[in-house]
């Protein structure tokens, strides 16, 4: 993941780094679900940006990000028996 000091490529403010469910519309106008994304989300200008390589592993392709909100991660504990 890059630097959370990277400024956003298309204004130039600063980026929120965390992880984010996010809702991808494809070219069919199918819309695909992604949760605990990692990625960057700039407020001002409404950008999430992945990085390349996570794109192409979750064969989103052509997809646009409509939707992304920062994931709510919850870490469970399983007792032992």
């Known amino acids: 993941m890059p630097s959370q000091q990277a400024p956003c490529p298309v204004c130039g403010d600063l980026l929120a780094v965390s992880l984010y469910d996010a809702t991808f519309r494809m070219p069919d106008s199918s819309e ?16 999430l940006l992945v990085e390349p390589d996570l ?25 032992s028996s």
């Open 32 to 47: 695909l679900l992604c949760f605990a994304v990692p990625g960057r989300l700039c407020a001002r200008c409404s950008q």
């Open 55 to 79: 794109i192409e592993a979750l064969n989103l392709g052509d997809g646009r990000c409509v939707f992304a909100i920062a994931s709510d991660t919850t870490l469970a504990e399983h007792a």
